[in-house]
């Protein structure tokens, strides 16, 4: 599977974006998909990871309650819906599945190293 992130742009803050992770290659519908960003300077972090079917969703601290995860199986697509956007959201933002194609979100999500196939980023800058 290859995946490709996309939507990125400049807003300012308060502002909203949304993403897409679109695959190719096989269907996501039974993989769990990570979202990551990383700063300039700064280690790759998580956002989110949901999981196929009814599995379990989660978000990082900094994000929950103005980032949402949607998935879109008829597209091959999930989305990654950012609202009250902030300068310290700026970041390159990528999307993966969970390594050996695994459909859950671990509860310990963030540990990159559990997720393969990384698409090409796209860069969200949020500034006045």
């Known amino acids: 599977v290859q995946l490709q992130a996309s939507g990125g742009g400049l807003v300012q803050p308060g502002g909203s974006l949304r993403l897409s992770c679109a695959a190719s290659g096989d269907k996501l519908d039974y993989y769990a998909i990570g979202w990551f960003r990383q700063a300039p300077g700064k280690e790759r972090e998580g956002v989110s990871c949901?999981?196929?079917?009814?599995?379990?969703?989660y978000y990082s601290d900094s994000v929950q309650g103005r980032f949402t995860v949607t998935r879109d199986n008829t597209n091959n697509t999930v989305y990654l819906q950012m609202n009250n956007l902030k300068p310290e959201d700026t970041a390159v933002y990528s999307c993966?599945?969970?390594?050996?194609?695994?459909?859950?979100?671990?509860?310990?999500?963030?540990?990159?190293?559990?997720?393969?196939?990384w698409g090409q980023g796209t860069q969200v800058t949020v500034s006045s």
């Open positions: 993966a599945i969970r390594a050996n194609r695994s459909p859950r979100c671990k509860t310990k999500w963030t540990f990159v190293p559990d997720f393969q196939a």
């Open positions: 949901v999981s196929a079917l009814d599995g379990p969703l």
